[in-house]
């Protein structure tokens, strides 16, 4: 194997893949990532067994082959290397020598064949969607997913594919965002998928919002693809908890405000606040939404802010932190909330979003008296 590529392309190959590669693991080639030579040039492959990504890099390819080599000490040197072409060759299996001005490298790699396969996912059976629509529902969901590991199954996002829409959906039991759109010409099939999002992550971090995605699901797999990158992800496995049943359908307490002052004033009393719960009191009345906290280690607060509210005067309490990411998340300068009960769940959504997409978070409130 003998290729030349531009050091700035070979840059963006390794850290469009580097992050799958695992800090730590006792299966030495998991630490490598795979190179290998095509008509075009060069594909760079990586993976930690849960998720896999390859990318293809345009490159000078003077012979054929493919050799796995060290991920994050040929990341180092690349990134350290001038900008010139790089002419990379493999010597036997095991070896590559890395040529750049006047530097020069040898590293010691593994054999291609000990690199694990890719996962089954037939690709002609996919769905197709803009990777703009995909990026909308994982943006407004997945700072939602539990990160305890006691209920495994909250720890991923529920993506729901319909014939005419889909849907997203994460919670840790305290908090649910929840987000759906309209899409035209799927397959018709329809899905119940369960994604870490960690593999979320790298489908926002590797694909722009205007290309084009084939999706398809192997037996416990899911694959995303585009003309030059491919991401594998393991789904999570178990049915989602039903979430519908949490939603409320009957708040009657309404709240419009504005979103930037409701999160200042969070803040504000999120540094008195207790460390371990972050409860604050909000009392909602006609024209004013009054915020306090107690804390008896610390201190006390009070603030108020000008709210448009319908409905009968209300005292709840809620966690400021999910509070705050939630508003975070609001893709518009208004929110509404709704309430029913100091100890039924709230929501909030955006007001005035010129979007197809409908968009609503749900928050548990927390007991004002200890």
Known sequence: MRFTIAREKLQDGL?????????????????????????????????????????????????????TVPAKKLAEIVRELPSAPVKISAVGEQKITLECGRSRFRLLGLPRDEFPTFPAVK??????????????????????????????ILNGVLWELRGDRMRMVATNGHRLAKIEVPVAGQNGRSEDLIIPPKALEQLRRLFPAEEDLEIARGENHLGFRSPLTAVFTRLIEGPYPPYEQVIPRDNDRIALADKNALSQALKRMSVVASDQTHRIRMSF???????????PDLGEAQDELPVTYEGDALDIGFNASYLLEILRNMPTDEVRLTFKAPERAATVEPVGWNDPAQYMCLIMPLRLID
């Not at 990777?131 to 529902?137: A, P, R």
């Open 15 to 67: 850290s469009a893949v580097i992050a799958t590669v695992p800090a730590k693991t006792t299966l030495p080639v998991l630490s490598n990532i795979l190179l290998e030579t095509n008509e075009r040039g060069i594909r760079l492959s990586g993976t930690d067994l849960d998720m896999a990504v390859s990318t293809e890099v345009i490159a000078d390819v003077e012979s054929q082959g493919a050799i």
């Open 285 to 295: 009345n006609a024209g004013m939404a009054k915020f306090s906290v107690q804390t």
């Open 123 to 152: 690709f002609s059976e996919s769905w197709r969607i803009k990777s703009g629509e995909l990026q909308k529902l994982i943006a407004h969901t997945a700072f939602a997913v539990s990160t305890e590991e006691s209920r495994p």
